[in-house]
C-alpha cells in the first residue's frame, strides 16, 4: 500500500524568508511524487512532480521540491515567500509496484502556507 | 484549469434527494477521476474511468455511482444524499502515460452541503 504524510497541518513563514513544506511516503517499489497547491475557492493546481533522474525538482510559481530516497521524503521549498503563496499545499504519491491501484494517487492531507507580510 | 469545468460550482439539497454532479474536459485526455475533500483528509478518490466503457471503484464508493456518457463527460451522481456527503468534490483528468508518469489535472470543485 502507498502513503503520504504531511506532518504539519499549518506553516507559517514570514515574506521574503525560504519556505519549506514537508512529505514523507511509503511505498512499495519507486515512487512518482506530485505537489499540488489549492487556493481559496479554487481546484488544485498541478505545481511540480518527480518522475526520474535529478533529485531536485523545478516548478512553477518558483517552486522546487527535492526528492530524498535514503528519507522517503520529497519536500516543497521556495527561496523567498510571497504574501500570495498562501494556500494550501498536497503532497501526493503514486507506487508502480501497487498492481491494480499503480495508476491511483493518494494525497496527503495538506498543509496550510501563510506568509505573513 | 479552465480545461476542466464543473457544474454545478454549489449545492445545497435535502437528505435523501438525488443528486448529480457534472464533469467536462476539453483536455482530449481518456482518463477521469472524481474526488471529495473533506478538512483534515486530503483527497480520497471516489471513482474513476479510463475511457468510456471503463469504470471503476476507488477508495470510498459507497452511496455514489457515476456515469462516463462521452470522453469527455463524467458525472457523479448521489443516489439518496444524506450529511455526512456533505463536502468538496473534484473532477480530474488524465492523459495516459506509460509507467504511470502521468499528471492529473482538476476542476474547479463543486461545494456540496446536504441538510
Known amino acids: 500500500a502507498q502513503s503520504v504524510a504531511q506532518p504539519e497541518d499549518q506553516v507559517n513563514v514570514a515574506e521574503g524568508n525560504p519556505l519549506t513544506v514537508k512529505c514523507t511516503y511509503s511505498v512499495s517499489g519507486n515512487p512518482y511524487l506530485f505537489w499540488y497547491v489549492q487556493y481559496p475557492n479554487r481546484g488544485l493546481q498541478f505545481l511540480l512532480k518527480y518522475i526520474t533522474g535529478d533529485n531536485l525538482v523545478k516548478g512553477s510559481y518558483g517552486f522546487e521540491a527535492e526528492f530524498n530516497k535514503s528519507q522517503t521524503s520529497f519536500h516543497l521549498k521556495k527561496p523567498s515567500a510571497l504574501v500570495s503563496d498562501s494556500a494550501l499545499y498536497f503532497c501526493a504519491v503514486r507506487d508502480l509496484y501497487s498492481g491494480a491501484g499503480s495508476y491511483q494517487l493518494t494525497f496527503g492531507k495538506g498543509t496550510k502556507l501563510s506568509v505573513i507580510p | 484549469d479552465a480545461d476542466v469545468t464543473q457544474t454545478p460550482r454549489n449545492r445545497i439539497t435535502k437528505t435523501g434527494k438525488r443528486i448529480m454532479l457534472e464533469c467536462s474536459q476539453t483536455k482530449g485526455h481518456d482518463r477521469m477521476y472524481w474526488y471529495r475533500q473533506d478538512p483534515g483528509l486530503g483527497l480520497r478518490l471516489i471513482y474513476y474511468s479510463f475511457d468510456v466503457k471503463d469504470i471503476n471503484k476507488g477508495e470510498i464508493s459507497d452511496g455514489y455511482s457515476v456515469s462516463r456518457q462521452a470522453q469527455a463527460k463524467f458525472s457523479l451522481s448521489l443516489e439518496s444524499a444524506i450529511p455526512n456527503q456533505t463536502a468538496l468534490y473534484f473532477c480530474?483528468?488524465?492523459?495516459?502515460?506509460?509507467?504511470?508518469?502521468?499528471?492529473?489535472?482538476f476542476g474547479p470543485g463543486t461545494r456540496l452541503l446536504v441538510l
Open positions: 480530474a483528468t488524465s492523459d495516459y502515460q506509460t509507467g504511470g508518469k502521468e499528471t492529473q489535472y
